[in-house]
């Protein structure tokens, strides 16, 4: 696994981790919080998947380069 995109990578780490920790604390409900973290893990699933099928994106997490 190679992160081919890291501020991207590091965008949805920061969010999730900050969306966790509101949820945790009671700052925000849990039926607005995950739907988020739903999508923010859904699109980096989806951009990792769509970089393997070879479709022209910016993945988070890419294929390791061949040497």
């Known amino acids: 696994m190679n992160i081919a995109n ?35 893990v859904g699109y980096a699933i989806g951009n990792g998947i769509a970089a393997k099928q070879g479709q022209p994106v910016q993945p988070i997490i890419g294929a390791k380069p061949k040497p």
């Open 6 to 40: 890291p501020s991207k990578a590091f965008i949805a780490l920061v969010s999730l981790v900050c969306l966790t920790i509101l949820i945790a604390v009671d700052a925000i409900d849990q039926d607005a919080g995950l739907p988020v973290i739903t999508a923010i």
